[in-house]
């Protein structure tokens, strides 16, 4: 058994004081409260868009029905009784079907509170019915406003705008996250090449970025999507013979090959502006002296650039993440709104707001607020965990790099 | 000052040729060329030769290419729409061009006077609700898509309010025919436009103002007893106003994009609604002379930028 060593006392002061993890989250998230709610808010999102089957209340793509009770029997029918009597209020028309519990009738003739009607229709048995059952019929339940059965209310179909709402978040994040995986990562790869290579691999890579730079962002955007978007266009058809990627619904995106002709154009958008910046970053790590001390020992190219290089940028390249993926959120949405992204049925925020416009200026305004208002906050939370992001990893860039100083779309 | 113009002017001729080439080459990769979209009804391969004809595609494609250049260099010719009327594109620009000139020129200004007086505030007073509200804001004006906003101006306008922009009964009406008319067609639109760049101006003006301010030249400029006025109007913000200028350079690349989106939201016939529907209809002649001048006109609004800092900072010169 070893025998306790009692440290000196300098050094037992020298210990920080140990702070738990949960509490150390606790400290930065009061520290920096608008990040903390970027990071609630993107999380509540994230949670209802991977778990849409379960959290959504109906169908994203089913028309929702109601039953609307015209009239109720004030005396009990048997099943061969033609003559019905109905309480004031019979709101019903000649010609009419409706519902009496399971059996289906025919107004043939209404006078007063009196209706003749035709019984057992649609194939229904004719059955005897209480005094107070309801005379109703089933119709699409379209454009009715906020209420508890319907929280967000429906659209123009009948459809749950809360359900597509929260079905709508998966497509957008999931088309928001692979246009910026794809974006950051070939932008890295050309502007460390570009900025490490120099030479005539520089000048040509820089020469295609500066023509894509000349582009205002959307429309480079629209122009792309035009062209890889098309049904036969040589991008998609590539991808849906040689590449693994299914045509169907995939991860509970429907449509996936689509999506992802959707993301890869917002991604190829923005690789001209990552590769830019990268490379100006890797042109002063490359003077460092380490680097020299690398060559030196015998590293090959390869190694330097993916090894000593590469680390020094990952830190910038975390921020232009953090700041494209906003972007690309609401790059799908502007893009879906103008009609040349995701196609309807399949719920997207931009596509529904465009769906619901003409019925937005009738008055019915929340199928086209409640898409945008949740696309609103996604985008919000990652600018304000962006801004936080940037402030904890370097006080220098605070505020000089945010999503304002970049170019957006 | 000449000879910087003229090599910057110079240096547009490669990128100008790079941003053709790319447009030409991009339309030419889709599917189905335009003379298929051109013939629909009882189209049979000869009708559809003559047409290719007729339309010139049966040239080898560098022939089209530098035909088109060329025609738009010689001629200032941009070539003509693909459908039926067979309109040139210059034809349609001289009469959209105001539109979506008055609605840029719009938002710029109340960009720059939404943007700079919050920056400046909240910069010279950093740490008080001012500046609390002021970074708040620019945060939820540049999360908030501005065709969201324009659909909700529009519907709680004619709703709650009973007033509709009058571009949807009546066109586009010139400032100088009716200027109240004009201002309430345009005043909505630049503002839903205006306020994501001026979010944008504002966080840079206070980050920029807040760097200027620690210099020893300010503490000069309070040391000599100047009011707080004077010390940030003349001494500061000049300088802070550089990094902004840049800024404003890079939105207009925004401001063209963000005008194809909101001039189709709020009805307005400009450029930006043209180029939406000729891409909708796959008018492939009409987008990229288009593109191609968005483009131009994007590099070109950089080099203006670029000269003024010259004139906001004598200490840089040309040579």
């Known amino acids: ?409 | 000052m000449r000879n910087y113009i003229l090599r910057r002017l110079l240096i547009l001729i490669p990128i100008m040729l790079g941003v053709s080439f790319l447009t030409f080459g991009m339309f030419r990769m889709i599917p189905g060329d335009a003379a298929v979209l051109r013939c629909q009804l009882g189209c049979t391969p000869e009708v559809l030769e003559d047409l290719r004809h007729e339309m010139g595609l049966d040239r080898p494609w560098y022939r089209q290419y530098g035909d088109w250049v060329w025609d738009i260099v010689r001629h200032g010719d941009l070539g003509q729409s693909l459908t039926e009327s067979r309109l040139p594109v210059t034809t349609e620009l001289d009469r959209r061009l105001p539109v979506t000139l008055e609605l840029v020129t719009m938002t710029l200004f109340m960009a720059l006077l939404l943007g700079i007086p919050p920056g400046v505030i909240s910069a010279i007073r950093p740490g008080t609700p001012l500046d609390w509200l002021a970074r708040v804001g620019s945060v939820l004006w540049l999360s908030i898509p501005g065709f969201w906003l324009g659909i909700l101006v529009i519907a709680f306008g004619v709703n709650w309010f009973g007033w509709t922009p009058p571009q949807f009964g009546s066109g586009y009406v010139p400032f100088r025919d009716d200027p109240w008319v004009n201002m309430q067609q345009f005043f909505f639109p630049a503002l839903v436009l205006a306020l994501a760049i001026a979010a944008a101006i504002m966080r840079l003006t206070r980050s920029s103002l807040l760097e200027v301010l620690r210099n020893d030249y300010i503490r000069t400029a309070w040391a000599k007893g100047l009011r707080e006025r004077t010390v940030v109007m003349r001494h500061a913000l000049k300088n802070a106003l550089i990094p902004v200028l840049t800024i404003v350079g890079l939105q207009v690349g925004n401001l063209i994009g963000g005008a194809v989106i909101i001039e189709s939201v709020f009805n307005l016939n400009g450029i930006g609604k043209y180029v939406l529907e000729a891409i909708i209809r796959r008018d492939f002649f009409v987008v990229q002379s288009v593109v191609l001048l968005f483009a131009v006109a994007y590099v070109m609004a950089n080099l203006v930028v670029d000269l003024l800092y010259g004139w906001l900072d004598p200490r840089i010169r040309y040579g």
């Open chain 1, 1 to 409: 058994m070893a025998q306790e060593v009692a440290a000196p006392r300098g050094f037992e002061e020298a210990v920080p004081p140990r702070i738990s993890a949960p509490r150390r989250a606790l400290q930065m998230a009061l520290r920096h409260p608008l990040g903390a709610f970027g990071l609630l808010v993107i999380a509540v999102l994230l949670f209802a868009g991977i778990f849409a089957e379960l959290v959504a209340p109906y169908d994203p793509k089913e028309p929702n029905r109601i039953t609307k009770a015209f009239a109720e029997l004030s005396a009990p029918v048997d099943a061969e009784t033609t003559t019905f009597t109905v309480k004031d209020g019979a709101d019903l028309g000649f010609g009419q079907t409706v519902g009496i519990g399971s059996e289906e009738i025919i107004v043939l003739l209404i006078a007063g509170n009196t209706i003749t009607v035709q019984r057992g229709a649609e194939h229904t048995e004719a059955t005897p019915h209480d005094a107070g059952a309801a005379l109703g019929s089933s119709t699409v339940d379209t454009l009715s406003g906020p209420s508890a059965k319907h929280p967000f209310g429906t659209d123009r179909l009948g459809r749950d705008v809360l359900s597509r709402t929260i079905f709508g978040a998966r497509i957008s994040l999931m088309i928001g996250l692979v246009a910026m995986l794809f974006g950051v990562i070939v932008g890295s790869f050309l502007g460390v090449l570009s900025g490490y290579a120099g030479g005539f691999v520089d000048s040509a890579i820089q020469r295609s970025v500066d023509a894509l730079l000349a582009f205002p962002p959307v429309v480079l955007l629209l122009a792309i999507i035009t062209v890889i978007g098309d049904e036969d266009s040589a991008v998609r058809i590539f991808l849906a013979h040689n590449t693994p990627i299914p045509q169907g619904t995939f991860l509970g995106v429907p449509d996936f090959l689509n999506i992802f002709v959707i993301s890869l154009a917002i991604g190829i958008a923005v690789v001209a502006s990552v590769a830019r910046v990268v490379r100006g970053a890797v042109l002063s790590i490359k003077e460092n002296v380490y680097i020299e001390a690398a060559r030196a020992m015998g590293a090959t190219d390869s190694r330097i650039m993916w090894r000593h290089i590469f680390p020094n940028v990952a830190a910038l390249i975390v921020i232009l993440a953090s700041i494209t993926l906003p972007l690309a959120i609401l790059a799908e949405a502007a893009v879906s709104f103008l009609g040349v992204g995701v196609q309807p049925p399949v719920p997207s925020w931009g596509a529904d707001m465009t769906a619901n416009r003409e019925s937005a200026l009738a008055g019915t305004w929340w199928p086209v607020f409640f898409p945008g208002l949740a696309l609103s906050l996604v985008v919000l939370g990652f600018n304000m965990l962006g801004d936080a992001f940037r402030d904890i990893s370097d006080p220098r860039l605070r505020g000089a790099l945010g999503s304002g100083g970049g170019r957006s779309l």
